[in-house]
């Protein structure tokens, strides 16, 4: 019974359903551009930075912030990419040997399961830690550092939130896989 209700939603199409999913998968791969962007420019500047301490014994501490700011941005929105590219954790030995079928409700239960819920929390959590970090005027305790720190901790209920768009898709599609092995 419990199976109907998530793998046979009444009110969608299987059309409507995988044009739902050609979106959010087309939404995910702009992103994917994005993060690639903002992995090349943190390679530019870490690199700008060596070069900057070791040949001209000099260095910024806005440079050396911006490279972590960088790196938690790519961090965040990366996870949402990882899930769709199937590139996250499993427990592999087991899961590889079950029949397609199985697969796809492994996957459809743990993201409805765990994954959401989860995403959910931090997403919800997070929004009074960016408000105080906003109020405040949080910046850099360190002398050169960034601004606006609220910014970069605005990142992580935008990802998490983004993280459940992209679920959203990652069910839709093990639904379709699950169908599609039930032929």
Same mark, same amino acid.
């Given at each position: ?22 979106? !959010? =998968?087309?939404?995910?791969? $702009?992103?994917?551009? /994005?993060?690639?962007? *903002? &992995? ?65 409700? !492994? =996957?459809?239960?743990?993201? $409805?399961?765990?994954? /959401?819920?989860?995403? *959910? &929390? ?62």
């Amino acid at each position: 019974m419990a199976e109907r209700i998530f793998l046979y939603p009444q009110q969608y199409s299987p059309q409507q359903m995988n044009s739902i999913e050609k979106f !959010i =998968n087309g939404t995910v791969d $702009i992103l994917a551009k /994005i993060v690639g962007i *903002l &992995l090349l420019l943190m390679v530019l500047n870490v690199s700008f930075d060596v070069m900057m301490r070791y040949l001209f014994h000099n260095s910024s501490v806005g440079m050396q912030e911006m490279e972590w700011h960088l790196f938690a941005v790519i961090f965040l929105f990366g996870i949402s990419i990882a899930l769709k590219e199937e590139g996250h954790v499993r427990v592999d030995f087991l899961y590889d040997n079950y029949a397609p079928r199985k697969k796809a409700l !492994i =996957n459809i239960i743990g993201t $409805i399961c765990f994954l /959401i819920p989860f995403a *959910l &929390l931090i997403s919800t959590g997070s929004f009074e830690y960016v408000k105080d970090a906003y109020i405040t005027g949080e910046i850099s305790e360190d002398p050169g550092g960034l601004h606006y720190r609220w910014l970069i901790k605005g990142m992580i209920p935008l990802a998490f939130s983004f993280l459940i768009f992209s679920a959203v898709g990652y069910i839709l599609q093990n639904i379709r896989l699950y169908r599609e092995a039930g032929k």
